[in-house]
């Protein structure tokens, strides 16, 4: 049910967006504890020049394989939160090559009123889910 928006820099090949969305997804089963298919991505590629993330004074260095994961999803525990930043650094940086400098993470919640799957209902009020 997590819903997960990837803004990228444009250039990435097919296989590579899809071993960036395959990776995030194994990352949020893991830490978030949602089944298997449960799956909403959505990606956003950007020429350079209109994706401007900066570093906040943390020192990061960015390069052009950044990525902006935007999560809607209901809410979370702190320590689940946190275990997702951890693991998609991770397995990112293993499976993918991005640097954890190249991960930022932004989650916003919301309620079970908030979801429609389809079908003009509320799923998780009707109690389908």
């Not at 819903?3 to 949020?28: C, P, S, V």
């Not at 449960?38 to 956003?44: A, E, L, M, N, W």
């Not at 990112?92 to 993470?105: N, Q, R, T, W």
Request: net charge negative; charged share 30%; hydrophobic share 40%.
């Amino acid at each position: 049910m997590p819903l997960l928006r990837f803004d990228l820099i444009e250039g990435r090949d097919e296989q590579a967006l899809k071993k960036l969305l395959d990776t995030a997804h194994d990352a949020m089963v893991e830490a978030f504890n949602v089944p298997e298919k449960d799956r909403y991505q959505i990606v956003h590629q950007h020429p350079a020049n209109e994706l401007i993330i900066q570093d906040t004074g943390l020192g990061l260095n960015r390069s052009k394989d950044l990525v902006v994961i935007s999560i809607t999803s209901k809410t979370r525990t702190e320590s689940q939160k946190e275990k997702l930043y951890a693991l998609l650094a991770e397995k990112l940086e293993a499976e993918c090559g991005i640097s954890p400098e190249d991960v930022m993470v932004s989650i916003t919640e919301n309620g079970d009123a908030d979801w429609s799957f389809g079908l003009g209902e509320a799923q998780f009020l009707t109690g389908k889910l």
